[in-house]
């Protein structure tokens, strides 16, 4: 079974007095279902699983009343197997955006606050003007994410203390031992080969056969493609699709990441697939990083949302997308070019992405100064560079002198630890330490 973070998370929820509903976002097949079911496992006597796409017949306990002593009772005449006992039972109310009156009962149940419940499921399907009462202050949430690649360290064998061991020599800014420098960047072509998708990272822990992981790859690729199907509009099905599918070709086959309509449709515009980008964003398919006209706090107050580069959930996707022979080339280290470069960038986007930081990038066609990745973080904004090699930082260079007030910028490269004026240069793998 796969190490994941979310464990504490779930430990600690339990652990709450007074609790709320828990929802548990996050995209599709990132392991929501797998550790809610170990956590109950673990920590319950019983647990009472309603899967609204497996089981719609199950919709009819939330069809009367709401309170939770009725639906109890329901649960128990339909599950008659199951105690259903506060504190001991947990009640999972999973793929919940096919059921409304489901997620409005999340109301009721934290009023009620004797029962453990935890809802999941996708984004894709959630009306919210068909839910009569979406439960606004009665539910906490927990995000959830693919394995990001600490998480992917820890199922490959690599022990805490040395992740902690490495964060030292980042913290210090002193530069790793070769021989551990070497064999983190190896860890680091591996996930990027890999992915983070659960199933994906399990499939190669099980046979360390990369076909039986393309294989994984593509059908995950595939079952995205279905949920886009089935619950986008009609309008929006075939281009969301189109946008989707074009994100491999956007991001390692070109230098210029930005995502343009063009590489979607030949002569397509904005106009006809913005509203697509915007499905796809909200159902966590997708992620964006938009451009800032200043590299001032607040970020959000320069941002373009229609200058945008756009990412996958997670590698595994984009990787699936392309042909099999690059997972060799990637281990063997031998991409090179706009796909070496845009892969270690999509790599950094992925890490920070599910460290929750909201990405931005900086670009000045006149000046031509350019900044792969903009954070902000206690008021400060933090530019960070991706090179493919150890080339010069130029762009971070002239950026301090126009904002000098910029405190620290870093550069991930395929190199080692260093520091030269205010930029801190640093291995890709430590882009998890920010």
Known sequence: MLIRKVEKQLAEWKQTKVKKCLIVQGSRQVGKTFSIR???????????????????GASEIFAGKLDADTLVTAMRLRFPQLKIQPGKTLIFLDEIQECPEAITSLKFWTEDNKYDVIASGSLLGIDYKRASSYPVGYVNYLKMYALDFEEFLWNMGV???????????????????????SQMMEYFRLYLAIGGMPA?????????????VDRVQRELVQDYQYDIAHYATAEEKVKAEKCFLSLSKQLLDKENHKFQYKDVEKGGRGQKYFSSIEWLLKGEIIHCCNKVSDIKYDLADYEDESFFRAYTADLSLL??????????????NKLSGNTKGGLYECAIADILYKKEFVLYFYKNE??????????????????????SGNTRATSLNKIFK?????GTAYKFIDGN????????????YMAMFM
């Open 402 to 406: 126009k904002w000098p007030e910029i």
């Open 200 to 212: 994906v990272v399990w499939q190669y822990l099980t046979t360390k056969d990369f076909r039986d």
């Open 38 to 56: 170990k956590f109950a496992k673990e920590r319950y006597k019983e647990l009472l699983e309603i899967n609204f796409k497996l089981d719609p």
């Open 366 to 387: 006149t000046t031509r100064k350019e900044v792969d990745f903009i954070i902000q973080k206690d008021g400060n904004v933090i530019p960070i560079e991706v090179k």
């Open 417 to 428: 630890m260093g520091k030269e004026n205010n930029i801190i240069t640093a291995p890709l």
């Open 319 to 332: 990787i699936g997308m392309k042909d099999f022979a690059i997972k060799q080339q990637i281990v063997d």
């Open 159 to 181: 022990a805490e203390d040395i992740i902690a061991k490495l964060k030292s020599y980042f913290d210090a800014q002193e530069a790793v031992p070769e021989a551990i420098n």
